[in-house]
């Protein structure tokens, strides 16, 4: 290897990757730093409100606006064995989602977006490959009636 111009003896050219040996502890300590504050972070989190039985086998998720409009359409549908997990904050998740998701033989995700952002942080969040179903709303604002009729369907293993 040969010494890079106009860089200290810390770097060393190796085709086109660069190797930075006996560099300083500060990109550890500044990793360090990024975790505790992750970590502050995920403690802070804000618990999700849990709405329904605990012996659901069935879990609809959401997050946001979307709160009262998806609770009223679960109250119409008067499922017994269907809960509501929802998230006021969706990014870090608290802790405790993981048990929740788990609990679940199903798992349904009401997303505002069509992008399903919900349902991508919940994986990440949770660590989970959790197969979950979601009812994408097009962004724009829905009712209670349509979001009855979708997880009906959703529900019931029928096609949108």
Request: charged share 25%; proline share 2%.
């Amino acid at each position: 290897m040969r010494e890079t111009a106009g860089h200290d003896d810390r770097w060393r050219e190796s085709g086109d990757s660069f190797s930075g040996e006996g560099l300083p502890d500060t990109v550890s300590a500044t990793a360090t730093i990024a975790q505790l504050r992750t970590d502050a972070l995920i403690r802070d989190a804000l618990e999700p409100r849990f709405l329904g039985k605990w012996d659901f086998s069935t879990l609809v998720v959401c997050w946001g606006s979307t709160l009262g409009t998806v609770a009223e359409a679960l109250r119409v549908l008067d499922y017994d064995d269907v809960a509501l997990l929802h998230f006021t904050q969706a990014h870090p998740m608290h802790r405790c989602a993981g048990r929740y998701l788990r609990r679940a033989k199903r798992i349904i995700v009401v997303d505002h977006g069509a992008a399903s952002q919900l349902s991508d942080l919940i994986v990440l969040n949770t660590g989970g490959n959790f197969d979950a179903e979601t009812v994408d709303i097009s962004g724009t604002h829905f009712t209670v009636d349509e979001v009855a009729r979708r997880l009906r369907r959703r529900i019931h293993s029928l096609p949108d």
